[in-house]
Every structure is written in C-alpha cells, then in structure tokens.
Nanobody
Framework: QVRLVESGGGLVQPGGSLRLSCAAT????????MGWYRQAPGNQRELVAR???????SYADSVKGRFTISRDNAKKMVYLQMNSLKPEDTAVYYC??????????WGQGTQVTVSS
C-alpha cells in the first residue's frame, strides 16, 4: 500500500516562497509519475505540476516560471518549490503518485495560505 505524507505548508505573504515535500512509502518510488495538485474552497482539484519517472516535468500555466517540481528517488521524496506566491495560490496541496498500470495514490494534503 502506497502512503504519501506532505509537509511544508503554512502562511506566507504575497511574493514569498514555500517548499512542499512529499514522502512516499510502500512503493517502488522510481517507477511512479508524481504530481502536486491543489484545491481551493469551492473549486475542483487541479493539477499544479507533474514529474515523470524519467524526470520530465510539466506545469499548469498559472504556475509556470514560479513553481518547480523535483524528485529524489533515493529518498523517495518529491518537492514543490513555490516562489513569488500569490493570494490565488491559496489552497490545500496534495501529493499524487501514479503507477505505470494506472493506480493512483493521494496524500492527506497540506494547507498553503498566501495572505498579508
């Protein structure tokens, strides 16, 4: 059973930075595509960034140039570096793992609040 645990969320002022971390257990981590999603109140969950097993990355247009996703297969970790944060980035951020055969796993989420 795959378990994902996010950390690093919090309150930050507009223009600030946060680094989210996601620790994975119970999986052959390197074969999974990993992603960060977010969900703001009243909104659907949306993809923020994704990194493939081969480290190819993709981003939502709203975060391109500000967010960077990375992974450390040896530590079974995936990260989301968030810079130049805006109030509209406020949401619960979720870590996602997708196995090659299509099974997905989710973390419990971490709150990010961007406010002055």
């Amino acid at each position: 059973q795959v378990r994902l645990v996010e950390s690093g969320g919090g309150l930050v002022q507009p223009g600030g930075s946060l680094r989210l971390s996601c620790a994975a257990t119970g999986t052959i981590f390197s074969i999974n595509a990993m992603g960060w999603y977010r969900q703001a109140p009243g909104n659907q969950r949306e993809l923020v960034a994704r990194i493939s097993s081969g480290a190819a990355t993709s981003y939502a247009d709203s975060v391109k140039g500000r967010f960077t996703i990375s992974r450390d297969n040896a530590k079974k970790m995936v990260y989301l570096q968030m810079n130049s944060l805006k109030p509209e980035d406020t949401a619960v951020y979720y870590c996602n793992a997708k196995a090659p055969w299509g099974v997905e796993s989710w973390g419990q989420g971490t709150q990010v609040t961007v406010s002055s």
